[in-house]
Nanobody
């Protein structure tokens, strides 16, 4: 069982930055691929970024590529999402997720956090 707790969301102006964190309660954090998803009001949840077990491989949705950076610290059981050049359309609840796979994964995640709200004002 994996428990995930996100933090770092908030209100920011367009063009600003936020850093999300996700702390995992699991003994074998490095055995899991991790991902960040987001769900805007009235829309389906969508994949934003993923990272492999070691942090050496990442993958991004086209909508965030070049602006968001996913990283992880296996010693701290934590995954991060650095979000720069934020746009109003980035407004959403952001969720971190864990998948029992070593490579980068874009779907089929088994464990989810409760989400953190990110609001970008214009």
């Amino acid at each position: 069982q994996v428990q995930l707790v996100e933090s770092g969301g908030g209100l920011v102006q367009a063009g600003g930055s936020l850093r999300l964190s996700c702390a995992a309660s699991v003994r074998t954090f490095s055995s899991y691929a991790m991902g960040w998803f987001r769900q805007a009001p009235g829309k389906e949840r969508e994949f934003a970024a993923g990272i492999n077990w070691s942090g050496t491989s990442t993958y991004y949705a086209d909508s965030v590529k070049g602006r968001f950076t996913i990283s992880r610290d296996n010693a701290k059981n934590t995954v991060y999402l650095q979000m720069n050049s934020l746009k109003p359309e980035d407004t959403a609840v952001y969720y971190c997720a864990a998948h029992p796979n070593y490579g980068v994964v874009t779907l089929g995640y088994d464990y989810w956090g409760q989400g953190t709200q990110v609001t970008v004002s214009s």
